[in-house]
């Protein structure tokens, strides 16, 4: 216990910890955004012809859409010529050579993430995308055996371009919602997984996201496809450099899970939330669906929201097939001015289905932290069945914690429960650790991990230490 | 917009037909409040707070509009069918949006007390009203704006201060015309520092008509004031209710308010209550009994402006066949509402694949100090309390029955006065069981 304490105690002096600046070369493409942008985007990475093609359906569905307006945020405008839309830190002669900069390999390094597999200590297989490239991705050729795939965005493109085809844009299409359109017309790296039929993937898949450069914007897309009976554990980790400006990072997700196949999808989001003024930080506008296609399918959401100035974040389940499950774990930790909407939706469709959602909200200084959720049981869904609980912790008198639950049931045999609270940490439980000479800040690091240990209880291991440290870092200052 | 173009031009039209019988305190508000319609229109389904009730759909019917003030002779005492046994009260009667004066003397003029029409108070004692009149509902949406443009009449309940009403007063809305009508209600209710008072308010109708009513309700609560307000809707399905209730309590004030739907066609309750001084209870509850296609609404905002307050929400729906039911829950902490303690509860039973239940509880809170919680479920009746007491002999009907009369029990409990709770014990049997005068064979029971 005393040895946990001193960590958080460490941990909790530190600001935020990966917010320096690699020094460099990148290529990156002048800002702005119209249809020559997107040709460029396409042509830099030699994409075929149907590819250009959505892209630019998708450009010009843009350019028809507003800026959402629903959200319980507060976002400033953004000026969407002023961001460059391609940002290549690989220079060219070392792509040809194969070689990374060292001085990349020093940043992952720093990041905790060695991209050299004989340095790696877990059994974890990664994939580094900085900026809008893929660096490196690690245990490829074990993985392949296999007849795993995992390899970037663009490589899949390159190498498998009818299996991209196949699912690409068909659980998140482009008419989705406005950051949707925009991330299909300029997307650029990302994460590209197929599970074959009847393989459990025997490591954890890793994908480690670097904003580097500055005035880019990140626009990843990562495509999961687990066939019949197989199963992956994905995870995924992002940090940025500290920086006065706002930085946009607008993601899709895209998950397929097939028949009787699982896959279990955690994200720690750790983005530059800005300062304790509130000034710079990360917008992080991100789509994330999973398509529960197959009979007995599952498909399990773990998130760890504690960076980012502003999160807009909906992973969500369509429930299709018979007998699938839908899962949520969630944590969203919001201090000094964060702003984080963020919540789940649940579609269900097949017979019999399950979701549960669980939702831990924790709002500190001056933030506004907000669940939004939506449960859907449609017509044929018999027998659904969902469980819902948010709660809401609130840490000082300066912040909000918020909870907007749609639920739309069309069914008479769903059953359907939600639960939300909002309190605040009692004085009983400070004055008990208090009493045991457990300092306050430490108390209230501990009641706030015991307080998330359910969602935390879901990552893999490694994550979950990282998560731990996390919170109490994110939450420093904010005692009193 | 060509069903708000219809009504602009009638506005602008007939103007003077409207401000002629209508006193000048009702009259001063209308520019304003056309002004903001006009600009913003009816809500259609891309506002938040109607998404699920088409309400621009319920003007598309040609209504009529009883500008001129015609006299509709009919007799209360003749449409009024669902009198309460044993209820101490005194019945007032509203005539689709026109207030029925009554034999017995309303006013009390030692005492203050006055009970009677919005129309005639406002022109003899303006003063006395002029700063609560609109002074809530101008904040409203375009449906309140609306009815403040063109309403003409209402009822108004004034008690002043530590004037104590003991028997129930019971406002009766009939509705019933000729042709298909748009009825604008307003009331208005001040309950004056530690006055207390029960009001009971009813809408029925008589009509193979088309019905469309707005109803705007502002009640004003002083210090220490105490209302009970219960509100009972069994009309039929041609009749649309899109109803504004704005309630503001000093400290520590009372209110207690039950919403019963048994039988509508279109229902649209928005409930908008402001705690703003400390020590205020506000307790709301619902019950809304659907079948056929009906729809029913409940939107509520509770504002927790002062600290110490206190607030309860528990709405309950049943839904058969293709019936909605849309809940719609917000509780709103401001920063300074320290030690507030908030509670909703919503629960829905759904009976067919057809009824939909549309649930959304929401928590908006700014201040860390509080206890909050809210809790929705959708479910079915119990199968294993269905068997057992089928294993006891009981049939599955009345098994139903009891179910479901004990789901809708935990509401009605909630009111105060002995009379109304047997009352609606017996009509929401009597509505289950199909022997409702108007239920007409409704399919709640048939199974």
Redesign the interface.
């Known amino acids: 216990m005393k040895k946990s304490n001193n960590i958080f105690k460490k941990i909790a002096n530190k600001a935020y910890e990966y917010g320096f600046v690699s020094n460099i070369k990148t290529d990156i493409i002048e800002q702005g955004l119209n249809e020559s942008v997107v040709r460029l985007i396409s042509k830099k990475k030699n994409e075929p012809e149907w590819l250009l093609e959505y892209r630019l359906q998708a450009y010009r569905h843009w350019l028809t859409l507003e800026m959402p307006q629903w959200a319980h945020l507060n976002i400033p405008e953004i000026d969407y010529q002023a961001i460059s839309y391609y940002a290549d830190p690989l220079k060219k002669k070392e792509k040809q050579n194969k070689e990374i900069d060292p001085e990349l390999m020093k940043t992952f390094d720093k990041l905790g993430i060695p991209l050299e597999e004989r340095l790696a200590l877990t059994n974890t297989a990664v994939d580094a995308v900085m900026d809008s490239v893929s660096v490196k991705t690690t245990f490829k050729e074990e993985l392949k055996e296999k007849g795993i795939i995992f390899c970037s965005m663009s490589e899949a493109i390159q190498e498998y371009p009818d299996l991209v085809r196949k699912y690409l844009g068909t659980v998140v299409n482009y008419r989705d919602n406005f950051f949707a359109a925009l991330n299909s017309a300029v997307f650029s790296d990302g994460s590209f997984v197929y599970i074959p039929k009847g393989v459990r993937c025997p490591m954890e898949l890793s994908t480690y996201f670097r904003i580097n450069a500055a005035n880019t914007g990140q626009f990843e897309r990562t495509l999961i496809v687990a066939d019949d009976n197989s199963y992956v554990s994905y995870l995924e980790g992002c940090t940025a450099p500290m920086r006065d400006e706002n930085q946009l990072h607008a993601a899709i997700v895209e998950i397929i899970v097939c028949e009787n196949a699982e896959v279990k999808y955690s994200t720690v989001q750790n983005w530059y939330p800005g300062d304790s003024e509130g000034k710079g930080g990360v917008y992080n506008f991100v789509t994330k669906r999973g398509d529960c296609r197959g009979n007995n399918s599952k498909l399990s959401w773990t998130q760890v929201e504690t960076g980012s100035a502003i999160t807009w974040k909906y992973p969500s389940c369509i429930l299709r097939g018979d007998n699938s499950q839908g899962e949520f774990y969630s944590v969203a930790v919001t201090n000094n001015y964060q702003q984080a909407d963020t919540g789940t939706k649940m579609i269900h469709l097949g017979r019999n289905t399950r979701s549960t959602i669980i939702s831990k909200g924790i709002s500190a200084g001056k933030s506004q932290n907000s669940y939004r959720g939506l449960v859907r049981v449609s017509k044929n869904a018999d027998n659904a069945r969902n469980y819902s609980q948010c709660d809401s912790l609130l840490l000082g008198s300066k912040c909000g914690a918020h909870t907007f639950p749609y639920m739309d049931i069309h069914n008479d045999s769903a059953i359907i429960e939600h639960e939300a609270t909002t309190s605040k940490i009692s004085e009983d439980q400070l004055f008990y650790c208090n009493q045991r000479g457990i300092g306050t800040e430490e108390a209230i690091g501990l009641i706030v991990n015991g307080y998330a240990k359910e969602v935390l209880n879901k990552l893999p291991m490694e994550f979950a230490i990282e998560a731990q440290k996390l919170l109490s870092v994110t939450l420093e200052g904010s005692v009193g | 917009m060509s069903n708000e173009k219809e009504y602009i031009e009638i506005f602008e039209q007939h103007r003077n037909i409207i401000e002629e019988n209508c006193a000048p305190l009702l009259n001063e508000k209308r520019t304003a409040a056309f002004e903001k319609f006009k600009a913003s229109g009816f809500p259609t389904r891309n506002d938040?707070a109607y998404r699920r009730s088409d309400v621009g759909k319920q003007f598309q019917t040609n209504y009529g509009m009883n500008l001129r003030r015609i006299d509709m002779k009919s007799n209360a005492n003749d449409l009024f069918m669902c009198d309460v046994p044993n209820l101490k009260a005194r019945p007032e009667y509203i005539l689709n949006d026109s207030y029925i004066p009554t034999q017995q003397a309303t006013a009390d003029h030692t005492s203050g007390v006055f009970i009677g029409s919005l129309n005639e108070y406002a022109r003899s004692n303006s003063d006395a009203i002029a700063p609560y009149y609109n002074a809530l509902a101008q904040k409203g949406d375009s449906i309140v704006q609306f009815n403040t443009a063109f309403v003409q009449d209402g009822a108004c309940i004034v008690i002043p201060k530590g004037v104590e009403i003991t028997e129930t007063i019971q406002l009766v809305t009939l509705l019933h015309s000729n042709i298909d009508i748009l009825n604008n209600r307003r009331l208005l209710i001040v309950l004056h520092e530690n006055a207390k008072a029960n009001i009971l308010l009813c809408d029925h109708a008589s009509n193979e008509h088309t019905t469309m009513s707005t109803q705007v309700t502002e009640i004003y609560l002083g210090k220490g004031a105490s209302l009970n307000l219960y509100e009972l809707e069994d009309t039929d399905k041609n009749n649309s209710r899109l109803a504004h209730l704005f309630v503001q309590q000093e400290s520590d004030s009372q209110f207690n308010h039950s919403n019963i739907t048994l039988t509508n066609g279109f229902t649209r309750n928005a409930i908008n209550v402001t705690l703003i001084g400390s020590g205020a209870h506000a307790n709301l509850t619902g019950l809304a009994i659907c079948d056929k296609e009906q729809h029913t609404a409940n939107n509520t905002v509770i504002e927790h402006v002062a600290s110490n307050c206190t607030s309860n929400e528990l709405y309950k729906y049943i839904l058969d066949e293709k019936s909605t039911g849309v809940f719609n829950g917000k509780i709103h902490i401001h920063?300074d509402a320290?030690h507030t303690a908030s509670q909703q509860t919503n629960r829905?039973l759904?009976?067919?694949?057809?009824?939909?239940?549309?649930?959304?509880?929401?928590?908006?809170?700014?201040?860390?100090?509080?206890?909050?919680?809210?809790?929705?479920?959708?479910?079915?009746l119990d199968e294993n309390a269905l068997f057992y007491m089928q294993q006891r002999g009981i049939p599955k009907n009345e098994a139903r029955n009891l179910l479901m009369f004990a789901f809708a029990g935990e509401v009605i409990e909630n009111i105060d006065i002995d009379a109304l709770r047997d009352r609606l014990h017996i009509l929401i049997e009597k509505r289950f069981r199909g022997e409702l005068n108007k239920c007409k064979g409704c399919s709640l029971c048939k199974k």
């Open positions: 938040e920063p320290q829905n759904c009976l067919t694949d057809c009824a939909r239940m549309y649930a959304q509880p929401q928590l908006e809170i700014y201040a860390d100090d509080i206890k909050c919680s809210h809790g929705s479920t959708v479910g079915q």
